[in-house]
C-alpha cells in the first residue's frame, strides 16, 4: 500500500492507494501519528478511497484498536485529533462497525465517502 501524507494549511491530508492489509494500515497509522506530531496538528482526512480488497470484522477491529492505543500516546491527546476517514461508498461498513469501534476506544472519528463531508466536519472547504 502505497501512503503519502501532505501537511495543509489546517490538517493533514492522507492518501492511500493499494490492497488493503492490516499491517499496512497499521504502518499508514504509525505514520500518521508522526506526522500529526510533527505539523502540531489535530485534524486528519484519511483518504482511503482507492484502497481495495476484503476486510473483515476482526480485521478492521484489529487495526483501529492499533491506531487507538497508538494514538493515545499523543502529546496533544487531551485535544484528542479528529480523523476524516473517507472510504469508497461500495466498502464502507453500513453499520460503520469500524467508526463504533474507534469512538469507544477514545478517538474523534467519522466516516464518510464524501471528501466534502469530511471537509464540513473539520469545518473546512474545499480546496
Not at 90 to 102: I, K, S
Request: charged share 25%.
Amino acid at each position: 500500500m502505497k501512503v503519502e501524507i501532505t501537511p495543509k494549511e489546517h490538517y493533514l491530508h492522507v492518501r492511500a492507494v493499494g490492497e488493503f492489509s492490516v499491517a499496512g494500515m497499521k504502518a499508514m497509522s504509525l505514520a500518521i501519528i508522526a506526522a500529526l506530531v510533527e505539523h502540531s496538528s489535530s485534524k486528519c482526512l484519511l483518504d482511503c478511497r482507492q484502497v481495495v480488497g476484503a476486510r473483515t470484522l476482526a480485521e478492521r477491529f484489529s487495526w483501529i484498536e492499533f491506531a487507538a492505543d497508538e494514538s493515545s500516546k499523543l502529546p496533544f491527546a487531551s485535544n484528542r485529533a479528529r480523523i476524516a476517514y473517507v472510504g469508497a461508498a461500495n466498502r464502507l461498513d453500513p453499520g460503520r462497525f469500524g467508526e463504533t469501534v474507534a469512538i469507544n476506544r477514545g478517538l474523534n472519528v467519522m466516516v464518510t465517502d464524501s471528501l466534502d463531508e469530511a471537509l464540513r466536519w473539520f469545518d473546512l472547504q474545499a480546496d
